[in-house]
């Protein structure tokens, strides 16, 4: 168990929906990061949050977004969902923000858009 | 761009025996960092082991072991005394930037008894 939760686990949903998934990170972790696992385009990066503000931007859709809030937890917003947005996404937690840091994982939640 | 290669889409070993899966990684940079990653059929991430780019020292934990090679960008990951939980997708990462790792499309290790 790596300290950080996601919930939920699972999510069906309808294309044209909009979901939010959430993350809390481990205790004293000020860094959230966002990726998605699909088959196609593998682990990728989303989006970086650090104290509550944005620190770096990956491969995002303009229909997604996130934010972290004053009690470090973070949700990712998926909005107007197709049928490739069916994915497995993480939030991963590092203490500080740095490349020296190491990332640990949540259990991600597993997206299904039908 | 930062890429990260993992040429074995899949590899097999004998339970007890020795299995190394090969990463190799294109960066400009001096100082980085570099990562293992298993991912079992849970599908949780789990961090299996960490290289600083500035130690020439291999890092070890317990089986777990690296040959990092920095002048070819090659990060192996050896598994020794294989064991049945061994059995999982490895994925080879890269820090790039201050805080985005990159992944390799990774590794489908098999144990067999």
């Known amino acids: 168990d790596s300290g950080v939760t996601q919930t939920p686990k699972h999510l069906i949903t309808a294309t044209g929906q909009r979901v939010t998934l959430r993350c809390s990170p481990r205790s004293g972790d000020l860094s959230v990061y966002w990726y998605q696992q699909s088959l196609d385009q593998g682990l990728q990066f989303l989006i970086q949050?650090?104290?509550?503000?944005?620190?770096a931007k990956g491969n995002i859709l303009e229909r997604f977004s996130a934010q972290q809030f004053p009690d470090l937890h973070s949700e990712l917003n998926l909005s107007s969902l197709e049928l490739g947005d069916s994915a497995l996404y993480f939030c991963a937690s590092s203490p500080s923000s740095g490349r020296a840091e190491t990332q640990y994982f949540g259990p991600g939640t597993r997206l299904l858009v039908l | 761009a930062q890429t990260v290669t993992q040429s074995q889409p899949e590899m097999s070993v004998q339970e007890a025996e020795t299995v190394t899966l090969s990463c190799t990684y294109d960066?400009?940079?001096?100082?980085?960092?570099l990562f293992w990653y298993k991912q079992p059929p849970s599908r949780q991430m789990i961090l299996v082991i960490r290289?600083?780019?500035?130690?020439?020292q291999n890092a070890t934990e317990n089986r777990f072991s690296v040959n990092f090679q920095k002048a070819a960008k090659s990060f192996s990951l050896k598994i020794s005394d294989s064991q049945l939980g061994d059995a999982a997708m490895y994925f080879c990462?890269?820090?790039?930037?201050?805080?985005?790792?990159?992944f390799g499309q990774g590794t489908r290790l098999t144990i067999n008894p």
């Open positions: 960066t400009s940079e001096s100082d980085y960092y």
């Open positions: 990462a890269h820090i790039w930037g201050a805080q985005k790792l990159v």
């Open positions: 290289q600083e780019a500035y130690k020439q």
């Open positions: 949050y650090y104290n509550g503000e944005e620190r």
